[in-house]
């Protein structure tokens, strides 16, 4: 079955650094363009990054832009989220979604919490 397991997360003072990762299986990865979602307490889910199916394409939401860089691997079926100058406004659950267009499935990891705190 599809799985989408995220990890990585935990506690960090301001101004350091985390790295997320989000395994996949039971998909093909390398056809899907992936991205990280978070979501504060009382607030929406937002984008904070996406990766197109060949790694080539990055996108980032403005307040993570020159902190947060998306990666991946298709050879191990991981995507990642290097997160440095963390801010407490970053605290979120954080969560993996791989999509591939309007005719497929996408899929949600089970999300990942960061909390950012001293």
């Known amino acids: 079955q599809v799985q989408l397991v995220e990890s990585g997360g935990g506690l960090v003072q301001p101004g350091g650094s985390l790295r997320l990762s989000c395994a996949a299986s039971g998909f093909t990865f390398s056809s899907y363009a992936m991205s990280w979602y978070r979501q504060a307490p009382g607030k929406e889910r937002e984008l904070v990054a996406g990766?197109?199916?060949?790694?080539?394409?990055?996108n980032y939401a403005d307040s993570v832009k020159g902190r947060f860089t998306i990666s991946r691997d298709n050879a191990k079926n991981t995507v990642y989220l290097q997160m440095n100058s963390l801010k407490p406004e970053d605290a979120a659950v954080y969560y993996c979604?791989?999509?591939?267009?309007?005719?497929?499935?996408?899929?949600w990891g089970q999300g990942t919490q960061v909390t950012v705190s001293s």
């Open positions: 990766i197109d199916s060949a790694g080539g394409s990055t």
């Open positions: 979604y791989a999509d591939r267009g309007s005719y497929y499935v996408s899929f």
